[in-house]
Structure formats: C-alpha cells, structure tokens
C-alpha cells in the first residue's frame, strides 16, 4: 500500500499498543452484539405484546448488563415500531443523544453524535465542510477503486474465498488508513485499538485505555497537518471552517476516534449484508449483474434488511409519551431501528430480501433528522465500487455449496461470520 506523504508519516511518534498486548477485540464481537439468528421473529413477537416495553434491550438476549452502565441507576425502554422510532431521531429537542455520550463517549471523547443542540449544529456544519459530495466522488476513485482491486487480486485467481475474511473484514478500514495517511508500520496497531473502543460493553477500562491512546496518536497528527497540510481527511478536518470558525482539536480528535469504527465497522457489516442478500436470492443477484442500474436499489435494500446498527438510543429531555406509555424524563430508550425497517405496516413481506421492492418508504439505517450519518454518502460509495468489481472480478460467483451457509447474527450490530463462495 502506498501513501502519499511517507516523509510526513515518518515523523509521526509510533502508535502504541495497550498495556496489555494479549488482549484480543477482534473475538469480542459476539460479547459486544451477541450472536442471535432470526431476530425479526423476535421482534414480531414484541410486537405484537405491544411496541413498548419496559425492559432493556440488551437484556432480551443476553443476562449480562452493559457494563458501562452499571454505575448508573437507569430507567430503561424498548420501543419498537417505524413511526415511534421516527419521531425520536427526527425530534432531537425531545429526544436527547446523552446515552451516546455515555457509552461511546467513554472511549471517544467529545464526539458530535453524543452532542446536542447548540454544540452539535455549531460543529457539525463544519465537519459536513470535510464531507462534501464533490470530496467523496474523489475519495470513491482515488482511494476505494485502489483498495477493492487490491483485495480482489489476491484471490481472484482462487476460484473460491471468504467473502468477509478475505474482503468486507478488511476493504473498509484500508479505505480509512488511506484516507488518514496513516504510515503502514502503525495500520496493525491501529486496527487493534480502532476495535478495542468498542469492548465498552464488556471491557470497559479497554475501552478507555484504547481511547487514550488513539487520542495521543491523532493530537499528534491534528498538530502536524496543521502546520503542513496534505489532501488527506486529517488536514481537511484540522483546516475545515465556517464564517471564520475552526473545529477545537479535541473535537477533531473525537471526530477521528469515531471515524474509525463508525465508517469501517459499519461499512463493513453493510456490505457483508448486501453480498449475503444477493448470493441467498441468485435470480436477484442475476439481475443486478445484468443490469448495474439495479446497484443502488440493491444497496437500499440490503441497508434496511440487515441494517449496521440496530438501535437508536436516546434520553427524554421530559415524560413524553409513546404509544400509550409515559416515558420519564431521564430514561434510557432502546428506539429500534431494525424493528423500523421491518414495520409490516410500511413494508410488505419485511423480512424478505427484495431489491426490486417499493421506496415508498425510507429506510432509517443511517437515522434521520439533524444526527443522521454524516458519512452515508461514502458509505454507500464505497458498497457500490466494492460490489461492481466482485460482479467484475469474480465471475459467475455463486454460494460454496460444500461450505455451510450464510447466517446473519447479532442483536445490536449484525452480519455473517463467513460467506464462502465460489467463482
């Protein structure tokens, strides 16, 4: 891999690892999302008990607490259904981002989405500066094309692979170590810590010690590109401003902690959906690679079959009520996203993959409102150059039949574990 600064990379002080370098983040998924099936039965069942429950979310699957939580008393709830969880992520004067705030915020600091109103409008206008649709045209041909080819060449001759080991694990992250400039000495370490601000479920001084470090790393390298910008996304959030204002560095800072997971994890997952849904449902996959106008209907779909993430939390900033039910002020709320995408009122047959369904109705995987994803857009870039080239790349690409199928799992963040396909 090439970067385009390795004078200024050379002289970043090295990452450094946790403290305790046998700590593994990577097999920490299915403490942090589980490892549930066929959630949307579930979900149905709730649903039909009622689309509120007072219960936590995280508890209907699993007896372990959030372990970040656990110093709070916490009043929790779950609620379920597409126009309930509309109302919360479009509503953000009644429906705070606080809960954010309170378990990523642990290792990424100040982050925008666990800011509310004045704050979060302030800063966000600026980071949007950073993410204008002419930057991610530019990023999607210079940075994605050039890491999907090169995973792509590594197997393409094989005639058979593991589409998430050998592809959707790696291409998302590769495209953020590009887009930062990091030096390729520091990308292992980097990965390992990237992931490891996300064991705040069930490690949470992990977690923080992950955060810290990064923190360092990324101060170091605000500074630097400050003072000798690039075309890197750094240098343009450290320059980036509005009516004269420039974004505090730890604010920048928490902006990249995040990045790091928000735009790898969940592209990641996202497309690993998207494969999952078009190799499971072959006469559909047929017609996406016969007519590529259908990539997009294709990405839509999968974003509202499996999305990334499934729950919005959020925190009444009064007793407001949903459905029937007062809800306190202060309370923890689980609104469900996935359960929205899945609302048999707003979608036919929900639970079926179908690229060729109605839009009628949007989706919600990316929220809405004024938190919705600030990096959708590259997102959706990055799935759409990484599935053209698999149906360019990867002929005639069908499920393995001698491997076993793939199975989305998880109850907070889904996807398959494997996908193994033969071409």
């Given amino acids: 891999m090439a970067y385009a600064n390795t004078e200024f990379a050379s002289k970043l002080a090295p990452i450094v690892d946790l403290d305790d370098p046998t700590f593994d983040p990577f097999i920490g ?4 999302n589980g490892d549930t099936l066929d959630i949307w039965s579930i979900f149905h069942a709730l649903e039909a008990e009622g689309l509120v429950h ?6 209907i699957f699993s007896p372990t607490p959030n372990a970040v939580l656990a110093p709070y008393n916490l009043d929790y709830y779950t609620v379920f259904g597409y126009d309930n969880c509309a109302q919360a992520i479009l509503n953000a004067d009644v429906f705070s981002n606080r809960p954010l705030a309170m378990t990523i915020g642990t290792a990424f600091g100040a982050t925008i989405s666990g800011m509310d109103a004045p704050d979060h409008s302030r800063y966000r206008r600026i980071f949007q500066k950073a993410f204008l649709p002419h930057m ?51 990308i292992k370490t980097f990965h390992k810590l990237a992931t490891a601000q996300t064991s705040f479920f069930y490690a949470p001084d992990k977690a923080v010690e992950a955060g810290e470090k990064l ?38 800072v928490s902006f990249l902690r995040q990045l790091t997971n928000a735009a790898g994890d969940t592209t990641y997952r996202g497309t690993s959906a998207l494969l999952t849904g078009l190799l499971t449902n072959p006469e559909q996959l047929r017609a996406v690679r016969e007519d590529r106008s259908l990539v997009a209907a294709a990405i839509e779909e999968a974003l509202r079959w499996e999305p990334p993430v499934m729950t919005a939390m959020r925190m009444p900033t009064r007793d407001i009520e949903i459905d029937g039910h007062t809800i306190p002020k202060g309370a923890w709320v689980d609104f469900i996203l996935g359960s929205a995408n899945h609302d048999a009122r707003k979608y036919p047959n929900p639970d079926q993959f179908d690229i060729f369904r109605s839009r009628l109705t949007r989706h919600i995987a990316f929220a809405s409102g004024p938190h919705v994803c600030i990096g959708q857009h590259l997102a959706k870039v990055e799935m759409e ?39």
């Avoid at 630097?224 to 509005?242: F, I, N, Q, Y």
């Fill in 385 to 423: 150059r990484a599935l053209n080239a698999i149906l360019d790349r990867l002929p005639a690409l069908r499920l393995d039949p001698d491997m076993p199928p793939p199975q989305m799992r998880g109850f907070r963040a889904r996807m398959p574990t494997h996908l193994a396909v033969r071409f």
């Fill in 215 to 252: 923190g360092v790393y990324f101060t170091n390298m605000v500074r630097a590109r400050r003072d000798d910008p690039g075309d890197d996304l750094v240098s343009a959030l450290s320059l980036a401003e509005v009516e004269g204002e420039r974004l505090p560095e730890e604010i920048v």
């Fill in 29 to 32: 998924d299915e403490k942090a």
């Fill in 136 to 186: 991610v045209r530019q990023w999607g041909e210079a940075i994605v094309d050039p890491v999907v080819e090169d995973l792509l060449d590594k197997v393409s001759g094989a005639g058979r692979c593991d589409l998430v080991k050998d592809f959707t694990f790696h291409y998302p992250f590769q495209v953020i170590y590009r887009q930062l400039n990091l030096p390729a000495s520091d």
């Fill in 54 to 59: 007072h219960r936590e979310y995280r508890r």
